[in-house]
Each structure stands twice: as C-alpha cells, then as structure tokens.
C-alpha cells in the first residue's frame, strides 16, 4: 500500500506486540481527521469514531446529540436506525457514550457484512443526521400537554434520565468532584445534563452543536480486527470527501492549579423517614497533564497500591476506622486532560467529616514517610502485569478497550500508539522500583500532599430535597405556562400530538428498505460447540476444555449449597467474600491478598444461583473462581489449599466492615439499578432460583444485612458458629465439581497438581437442607429517595400454558426493540424499557428504567397480549428478529468465557442436542409463534406480579389505583 491511498496519507506504520497489531496511522489530507487502523487475527472487529464535544453550559447538549444522531440520517431516513440495527445484527457491540469532553460512537461484529453496515449506518448518522425539532423534543426535553385543560409536565429520554442520576449520591458526588476541580473548563459544566437546566435547550443550540463540533477535522476514527484495512480508507473517504478542513474550537484548555484547597457541600435526597441519614465526603486532586504511557502506568500503579484492594493501606485505614461503611469516589481518571485522583467514604456521621478528611491526609503523610509496603507494591505490579498481558475485556470487544486506551492520549493529540505500548514502560518500572526508587512515595508527596488543587466535596442528607426539587419543577411548567397566550398553549398541544402521531407511525417499508441487513442464509445454522472433556481426578467430576488461554490457566471448583440450612442463606455471599478477605490460620488477611496479588490472576467466589431444564429446583452452587499463569500453578494450589482448609472466621472487626461495606454497595443499587432489583424481587415469588437471587441478593438480603450488622456487634459468636458451619458443610468433597479451561499442553501441567490438591481435600457426609421458598408480596411498591420509578411485572409462561419454542427468543428480540422501545421509552419517556425470558424456569419479564410514568407503564405491560394478536409481521421484520436472536446466542466470548458457559451448561444438563433443538426453531420462527405467546401473555395482565421501586408520590396513586403493598426501603 502506498503512503497515500483513498484520500488519506500514512503518518506511521509500526507493529504493537503487544496487542499482536500492525498499526497505521493515517491523516485524511481533505479535512486532517486521523485514522488509526490496528490490523490483527481477531475475528471480532471494532470501528468507533470519536468527537472532542465540549459542554457551552449544562443543558446536556452533548448527551443529547449523542442519542439525536441515532434517530435517522440522510441515506437511512428511520425514526431509528439504531433500533433496526439493534432489531436484525450479528453486532456484539453498539452503543454510543458521552463523557465530559467526548462523544463516542462505537460498533464491533464478527460478521463482516454485518460490520460493514453497521459503520455505513453510524458514519452517515454522525454526519448526515436528520434533526428535526422532533428530535430534540423526544430525546431532550418538550412540554407535554396533550390537551388545554390537562396539566402541563417536562417530557425527554435524556430529561428522565439525568433525573435518575440526580437521584443516585454515588454518581452525584463523583460529578461534583469533576466539576469543582475544573470551575475554569469545560470539565466545570454538566455534559450529561442538569434536569433543571436541560430544558433551557434551544432548538438553534441543538443545531448549532452539531454544525460545530461534528465535523471531520474534530474526528479521531478507530478501526481494529481481521477486516481488509484498505476498505477501511475507502468507507471512510466516502464520507469524508464532501467536507472541508475547519478549525473547530474544541481544544480543552488547561484548568489553571489553584492556590489553596477548597471545600463543597451539596444536599442528596434520602427517605423522609430514614433513622440517622448519612453523609458522604471525597477528597480530589487534580493532578498534571500525564506526558506518556510511562507516567499513565505508574499512576495507575499508585491508585492499585493505595485503593485496589481491600489490603491497601489507604482503603484499609478509611475502613477500619469506623468512620464510614464504604468507599465513594474512590478513583483514577486518566481520561481526562488533566487527571483526578479521588477517594471517599459513604454512610458518615456528621461528627465524623474532619475526621475522614485528617485520616485521608495522614494516611498519605505516613505513606510518603515510611514507604510503601514491599508485599503491597509488588503484588499490585505483578496484579497490574497480569490485566495488561491477559487483557481480559468480558464481554466487551477487546478492541473496544484498545480505542478507549488510544484516546486517553490521542484525544489530545499525544501519540495514540504510544497509549497501546506497556512492555518498555513496565519494564522500566519494575527496574527502577526494583533499584529502590522511591516512585510511588515521591508522588503521593508531589502530586497530593503538597497540591494545593484539591476539593472535599461533602453531601448532606436532605429529606425535604426531593419536594423542593418537584415543587420548583412544577412552579417552573405553571410560570410557563402563565406567560403563553392562548394561541401559544394550543401550540403546545399541537406540537405534543404531533409528536406522539410521530412516534406511533410506523417507518414506510420504503424507508425500512434503506436499512441493510443480512440475510437469513448468511447465519450458521449449527450450534457453536465448546471442546470438554470429562475427567474425574480424585474422585471429583471434573470438566476440561481445550482452548488457546496465551498461557493462563483458568480454575473453577464449584461447591453444592444444597447442604446451607435456609436461615443461613443470606451468609453465603459474604461467607464467599471471607474466603479470600479474612485471612488464613498462616496469613493475616492483608497477607493473603498479597499473596494472591503476587502469585496469581486473582482468586475470587461468585454465586451460581440457576432455574434448571424440566426440574422443579434450582441449581445452586458457590463458585472458587481462580486464573494464574501456567508457571504458577504450584502457587495457586497451594493458596487454593489454604483458603479452604485454614480460613479464618474468628475477626469480628473485619467481617462487621465487610457487612457494612456490602449494604452500602445494595443501596447505592437501588436507586442506580432499581430495574435490577424489581426483576431480582419479581423472579422471588416465580421459582425458587429467583428467591435464592433474592435472599442472597435482593431487597430480602439488604434487610438481612441491616438486621446482621447488629447481630455482629451484639451476638459475634451466634454469627461466627454459623459462618463456620458453613464452612464445615460446604467445603469439602462431596458434591464438588472442578472445570478447567487452558490449552492441552497446559492441561498436562495442570492435571496432575489439580488431582493431588482435589485428594488432599476433606470428605464429610452431610444430608441436603430443607429449603421453603417464601414468596414477598404479588402487588408490591418500594420507596426510595428518586425523581424516577423502575416498573416491573411478571409471571411464569409455563404455568399460563405457554410450551418452550426456540421462537421465544426472537420474540423477546422483536418485543424489546419494537414495543417496549416504542411504548415505555420513546412515548413513555424512560431510559429504558425491556422483556426478558428464563427458558428454563418460564419467568417472564417486563421491566423499565428511569421512569417518569408508573401506571401508564403497567398499562403497556397488560396491553401486549392484545398487541401480539393484532400483529401482522412483515417478512423483513420477522428475518430481522431471527438474526438479532441468533447474534444474542451467538455473543463473543474470550476463552475463559467459554470455559466456563460450558461448566454451567453441564450443572443444568443442557445437552447440545436441546441446544441445536432450540436453534432450529428459532430459524423457522414464524407470525404464528407470535400469536401463539398472546394466551400466556394475557395472563400476566390478570395475574402476573408487580414489583416497583420509585417515588412515593407515584407510589401512593399506584397503591389507591392498584393495591400495591407499600414500603419504604431506603
């Protein structure tokens, strides 16, 4: 390829071992945009492109032209192309992300048709979009009125949204660090969005934004994977070739460092009637602009050294204290021009505030005087290796974290290569820590004790928040409104039924037909097999797969909690937690999280809590979950062996810590994912999977902890006898199972080691517990401190006479992105609004996120049965959902992944036979299999459970109009 090629000039072209990567970077001689184009042998190929989007005030502006581009383009003139891409791809990532001074809009498929789509639709989405002041209305903000004589409300997707993170302390706090650190930048305005400034949104701002910052001389453009890197060129300049090079003003300038340090208190909301409401309290520092991938590294060793794990000194002494019950803004933010460094605590006595503040300061003090403990520094070096060299992303594209990597040099304009590297600035760490620099102590002195740019940002509980906020909204909407004139108010219902008769109208077929698609014939029809093998190795069932791991070698010993007595249940996550956070007979537990830092990937424990095919009972399990390099395997045994044979139960201060630390991180999920809590709380009273879920992660076990917190100060030795009889129940042989993912030579290694650690286990004879499930109440409304409502209801389809049909699966597909899209988020106003479907249990699902509505919500639920009888499918929307269904099966998964879907899929005797069953149904789904669900359906209408958290005004109507039990939970 020459050094100019499709109107772009290559600027580098080098490899990145690291990433096992050809990079090129390419600069677009029509209009500047830089192109970084990484070519590798992953099948999973990522495109993004990115914009410097600075917030001008704290409308929200870049948060809402983030979902505004989404709503038709030009060349694909649908109310969504995101939702017909959501609807009929292979896409295993699409989304788009504001940050405070970025917007990205990322695509990943393993299909390269379906890739190619999915870059042709977001590339004439961010430059061509259609914008109408529809679209503002929708996603922004409109005054609802529908009729002269109805009350007049604030509606918009983003509006509700903010709203909800308004409402969340945790996010509240972070957002004030950022933006009190950074009073003189755009870093200092909202880019999310204030719901009492966002609708103070013009129409000519929303246009003039876009005009402004999406422009290709302010694009940066990504592309990674096994796709041919000249297409990727050729796409590119066919958009980019009608623009011009523009000076776009959008450098981030530089905060100017403060003198002294300053202090901010804000009010959160709480409950009204919440005992003893608690503060939260963070110190921030903004730190220097960072020069290179060097110094990225050694900060981010620091912040693993001072906070990463429950063993580092900073965490464990705001901990131990008592001052608080768990860390709040406890973070390094490298993506920002200038970087933060914060850490806090939450649930703090008013008394307690200059205490935690003196306690932050000291800790470091003594830090930067005495060092770094070695064990600490070596274990986060070698943890930090290990992240770097596995580069383990989840279920997220790898290549996705690579473009995030770039950016956080590349976005202002530093080297985006440079960002990808960590060989020679590790190496040249670990040398120079080896030598005895002290790098660590020299910037916990320079760039926080003797910074004099730092924020204590406090919040203070405010019961009469919530009111105020509600009463200012509705005298702002009656202001409004008093100023219109008669012609203006009918305006204003004009433009409201405008924008429903929108909304309800179906996109012509002709418009759909822009949309491009795969075809049914471009899908496999054969189920993806996972290699396993089963052995037994000293008596105990194990699972093996061979797979390429680069090395690791990935351990799982799953252990049968069919022998817990059902008032222990609520133990059991952190009993799983104590494992690995309370110490051994040999080591402390700061010890032991040492040890596991330097000698493996991580020890950890999950529960495995599953309704099972055709059996009325759940699968139960607690997971030892464990990953270290093969090399170390000897290492891992050993501390696998000491977990389970010597851990300590007996430390009431460390375990009273955890329980507080553990119900703080429930309550910051009720009002961060209510929608979780309400499925978690609905599937309680459908099967017995769910109401273990709920026990031991619900509603339920928020009361247990809050009830076991006083049991620990008040009767330590009743708790430590049942923690211990769990351990002598659980861990042992008998009904464990052990699964093993790493390449065969590896399993060579390992097997053996593997075999003698399994021998060396004890073997007791315990009979199974009697488990009764007690469902919580079918009509049920929680309160807590929000400006929105999570709506749920449900019920079990298999009781409602619905069979198991792969055609579910596409179904769901096409309700999610048609009905609940439609209905619950872009009339209803919601975040977010879904169905889900357990094929093993028959729990069905309907759920909301960010919700001003609550019984307008319950009513859409109880109208989908008369939708599915009414639906007339056409045969392009009903391939669609057949290929979204089949790219949700389908989803990437990196080796551990698969490993372990396998172990799970053994624990529910899923065969591959009910596998390809299933699939095969789902190919042939047909408009009947829609018809067919209706019965079930209408069942839910009559029967199904309601589960909601959301405010207590919503709540009190819901209860006079529909009965809900109401309680107040937080």
């Known amino acids: 390829m020459s050094s100019s090629v499709h109107g772009f000039e290559l600027l580098r072209d080098e490899r990145i071992p690291e990433i096992n990567s050809r990079a090129r970077l390419y600069r677009h001689i029509r209009t500047g945009a830089e192109l970084l184009s990484l070519e590798n042998d992953d099948e999973n190929k990522v495109f993004g492109i990115t914009f410097r989007t600075l917030p001008m005030d704290d409308t929200g502006l870049p948060h809402i032209m983030e979902h505004s581009v989404l709503c038709g383009s030009r060349k694909y003139p649908v109310k969504e192309p995101f939702v017909e891409l959501m609807k009929g791809s292979l896409n295993t990532f699409l989304n788009a992300m504001t940050y405070p001074d970025k917007t990205c809009y990322p695509v990943a498929s393993q299909n390269l048709q379906d890739f190619y789509n999915l870059v042709d639709v977001y590339l004439d989405a961010v430059f061509n979009p259609l914008l109408s002041p529809y679209t503002l209305k929708q996603e922004g903000w409109h005054y609802a009125l529908e009729n002269p004589e109805d009350e007049m409300t604030f509606k918009g997707v983003v509006f509700n949204e903010m709203k909800g993170s308004y409402s969340s302390p945790d996010s509240l706090i972070y957002d004030q660090v950022i933006r009190q650190l950074f009073p003189d930048t755009p870093y200092g305005l909202d880019s999310g969005g204030d719901p009492e400034k966002i609708p103070n949104l013009t129409y000519e701002q929303f246009l003039y934004y876009h005009r402004t910052f999406y422009h290709p001389s302010n694009a940066r453009i990504f592309f990674y994977g096994d796709d041919a890197p000249e297409k990727r060129l050729q ?83 705001l ?90 040099l590349w976005l202002y304009d530093k080297d985006p290569i440079e960002a990808l590297r960590f ?100 899908l496999e029809r054969e189920i993806r097999r996972i290699p396993s093998e089963e052995h037994t190795l000293a008596g105990i069932p194990t699972l093996y797969h061979d797979l390429f791991t680069n090395g690791i070698v990935y351990l799982d010993l799953a252990f049968n909690l069919r022998v817990i007595p059902q008032e222990w249940l609520g133990l059991l996550p952190l009993f799983g937690r104590a494992l690995t956070e309370m110490g051994t007979a ?89 929608h979780r809590m309400a499925a978690t709380r609905l599937r309680a009273g459908l099967d017995e999977a769910g109401w273990l879920s709920e026990q031991t992660g619900g509603v339920s076990y928020l009361f247990f902890l809050r009830q076991l917190a006083r049991e620990v100060e008040q ?52 009979l199974p517990a009697q488990w009764t499930v007690q469902a919580p109440p079918a009509q049920e409304g929680l309160i807590i401190p929000s400006q929105v409502n999570y709506v749920g209801k449900g019920g079990n ?50 759920l909301s996120y960010r919700d001003p509505n ?24 009903r391939v669609k ?42 190919l042939n789904t047909q408009p009947e299999d829609f018809r067919r669900l209706a019965d079930a359906v209408e069942s839910l209408a009559h029967r199904g459970r309601i589960a909601v958290l959301g405010t207590e005004p919503a709540l009190q109507e819901a209860a006079q109009v529909r009965g809900l039990n109401l309680q107040r939970i937080l």
């Open 854 to 877: 609550l019984l307008k919500t319950l009513e859409a639920y109880d109208q989908l049965a008369q939708y599915l009888r009414t639906l007339h499918i056409e045969e392009s929307e």
């Open 586 to 674: 040999r080591q402390s537990y700061v010890q032991l999280i040492q040890s596991i830092g330097q000698k493996t990937g991580g020890i950890w424990t999950q529960l495995f809590l599953s309704a099972a095919p055709e059996r009325k009972d759940a699968e139960a399990w607690l997971v030892l979950r464990a990953k270290a390099m093969l090399e170390q395997t000897p290492d891992l045994m050993a501390l696998l062996q000491e977990i389970l044979t010597s851990v300590r139960l007996d430390d009431a201060e460390r375990f009273r810590q955890m329980v507080l630390e553990e119900k703080a991180s429930l309550e910051t999920r009720l009002i961060y994912s209510g």
């Open 235 to 317: 796409m590119i300049d066919a958009y980019l070739q009608n623009f011009e090079y523009k000076q776009v003003p959008s450098v981030i300038p530089l905060q100017a460092r403060a003198s002294q340090p300053r202090r901010m208190r804000l009010p959160y909301e709480v409950g009204a009637e919440e005992e003893a409401p608690r503060h939260f309290i963070a110190l921030s520092w903004m730190l220097p602009e960072v020069p290179d991938a060097h110094e990225a590294l050694t900060l981010s060793l620091l912040e693993h050294v001072l906070i990463g794990t429950p063993a580092s000194p900073l965490r464990k002494a």
């Open 881 to 922: 959902a057949i290929i979204g269904a089949i790219g949700e099966l389908d989803a990437y998964q990196l080796p551990d992944a698969k490993g372990y879907t396998a172990f799970v899929r053994a624990l529910l005797g899923i065969t591959d036979e009910r596998r390809q069953r299933l699939r095969d149904e789902l």
């Open 423 to 522: 060989e020679a600035p590790l190496r040249d760490l670990r040398q120079r820590l080896t030598q005895g620099e002290r790098l660590l102590e020299e910037r916990i002195r320079r760039l926080l004790l003797e910074n004099p740019h730092r924020v204590t940002v406090i919040l203070d509980p405010d019961p009469a928040l919530a009111e105020r906020r509600a009463s200012a909204e509705r005298a702002r909407l009656e202001q409004a409104r008093a100023a219109m004139s008669p012609e203006q108010l009918q305006q204003v219902v004009e433009e409201t039924r405008e924008l429903k008769r929108r909304q309800e109208t179906p996109d012509s077929p002709e418009a759909l037909a822009t949309i491009p698609t795969l075809k049914l014939s471009d």
């Open 715 to 766: 009767n330590w030795a009743e708790v430590q006898a049942r923690l211990e009889g769990i351990r002598d129940r659980l861990l042992q042989r008998q009904g464990l199972r052990a699964n093993v993912t790493v390449h065969l030579e590896g399993w060579q290694t390992v097997q053996p080691a593997l075999s003698d650690f399994l021998a060396a286990l004890p073997q007791r004879a315990v």
């Open 797 to 846: 389809l298999f009781e409602a006479g619905y069979t198991l049909h792969g055609s579910m699966y596409a179904i769901t597909q096409y309700l999610n992105a048609t009905y609940f899209w439609e209905r619950v988020r872009v009339q209803g106003g919601a975040y977010g609004g879904f169905c889900s479907f357990d094929p093993y249990s028959g729990a069905f699902l309907m």
């Open 319 to 408: 901990i131990e204290s008592g001052l608080g019950e768990d860390l709040t803004a406890a973070n390094l933010t490298l993506d920002l021009r200038q970087p933060v460094f914060s850490v806090g605590l939450k649930g703090v006595a008013s008394e307690n505030l200059e205490r935690v503040e003196a306690l932050i300061l000291e800790t470091l003090q003594q830090l930067a005087d005495s060092g770094v403990d070695a064990e600490t520094l070596w274990a986060s070096l070698n943890t930090l290796e290990f992240r770097l060299r596995e580069q383990n992303t989840g279920s997220y594209p790898r290549g996705l974290f690579v473009m995030l990597q770039a950016l956080a």
